[in-house]
């Protein structure tokens, strides 16, 4: 049986054309990487500028941590947990924690109406002072 | 059909495992993203589950560049020949496109023009999967590489070109299965890519009447 082969070896045409192609390719991508890498380096040096941009202006500060900022200590001696700090006092929780899902209408409603104590505050008051009997 | 007999070596070995790589993984790149388009929890299983479908859909990426990359270097020379092939259309083309080759049953087409290696068909194809593959890479790795860094525009855009650019390659490659596996004036060109890269001197003749006739010169 006869077998037909393509002859090896390609003419100056073909050549110009398959490298022709490999060079658009190459082009192409080239500009296109060059533009990611330099979007890259930028969004890096943003990044390392706003790092240390933070951190000089924390250093700066003259009170750099919440639990020793003075108003917030007074803040629980007068109100959240009258006569101590106690960050995690009823009040602090029923105050200063989010609320979610179910617990939002009876929040809305005792924003309406601040006088009434809700049924949740009123239990955990009941529990803190079967805990911890008034001086 | 002439009365050629013996048998043409239509694809190399290399073509033939280049073929193999760049269907298996874009099989995968295309199931995947898919999957992840239209968030179709069953696809991402197969993969086990979405993290590591996206893992498998990136780094099959990867063999989708390699693979063909590699194919180039390595085989300059089929590499140019191709891209000569598919970069030239003379009148016999136009004439061909002008009958869609007698694939389609409403046009009639009593003679048609002699082809070279690939028709007027698959040179469009060949085209429209090169630009089609380039695209798909230049947006795929940045919103690998660089999501966090480019801006979120640009990142959109590359989403969007490369979901259209999926489905458009898709339905190419669909087609370019039905006409190279079903259609009955076609399918023997299956096995000449996915098997033994020969196919049958009398078909080659009469499909590919320019390229034969270098053969038969050359021989």
């Known amino acids: 049986m006869k077998l037909f082969h393509e002859s090896e070896g390609i003419t100056r045409r073909q050549f110009f054309k398959g490298a022709g192609m490999l060079t658009v390719a190459a082009v192409i991508s080239g500009v296109f990487a060059k533009f990611g890498f330099d979007v890259f380096a930028a969004s890096d040096d943003y990044i390392t500028q706003r790092v240390a941009g933070l951190y000089t202006l924390d250093e700066s500060m003259a009170i750099r941590k919440s639990h020793e900022n003075p108003e917030i200590i007074q803040i629980y001696k007068d109100f959240l947990s009258p006569g101590k700090v106690e960050c995690v006092s009823p009040k602090a929780h029923h105050l200063l924690h989010t609320k979610y899902g179910k617990d939002i209408p009876g929040f809305i409603a005792e924003l309406k109406n601040p006088h009434h104590v809700p049924e949740v505050e009123s239990a955990a008051n009941e529990e803190t002072s079967t805990e911890e009997p008034a001086a | 059909m002439s009365n050629e007999n013996g048998k043409v070596l239509k694809h190399g070995t290399q073509t033939r495992t280049m073929h193999w790589i760049h269907l298996l993984a874009f099989i995968i790149l295309g199931l995947t993203g898919v999957g992840f388009y239209w ?181």
């Open chain 2, 39 to 219: 968030d179709i929890g069953g696809i991402a299983s197969i993969f086990g589950g979405e993290a590591n479908a996206s893992l498998v859909h990136r780094w099959t990426g990867v063999v989708f560049v390699v693979g063909p990359l590699l194919y180039t270097l390595l085989n300059f020379d089929r590499f140019s020949r191709f891209m000569d092939t598919i970069s030239h259309f003379s009148k016999d083309d136009f004439a061909w496109l002008k009958v869609m080759g007698g694939y389609l049953p409403f046009i009639k087409a009593d003679d048609v023009p002699p082809q070279d290696k690939y028709n007027a068909g698959q040179k469009i194809l060949g085209w429209l999967i090169i630009i089609g593959c380039l695209l798909i890479i230049l947006t795929g790795f940045p919103m690998w590489l660089w999501r966090h860094s480019v801006p979120a525009v640009f990142l959109s855009f590359c989403y969007d070109v490369h979901f259209w650019t999926a489905m458009v390659l898709i339905l190419l490659v669909a087609g370019h299965f039905f006409l190279a596996a079903i259609h009955p004036k076609s399918r023997v060109e299956f096995s000449s890519m996915m098997l033994d890269g020969y196919i049958d001197a009398e078909i080659t003749a009469h499909h590919n009447a320019k390229w034969f006739a270098e053969l038969k010169e050359s021989s």
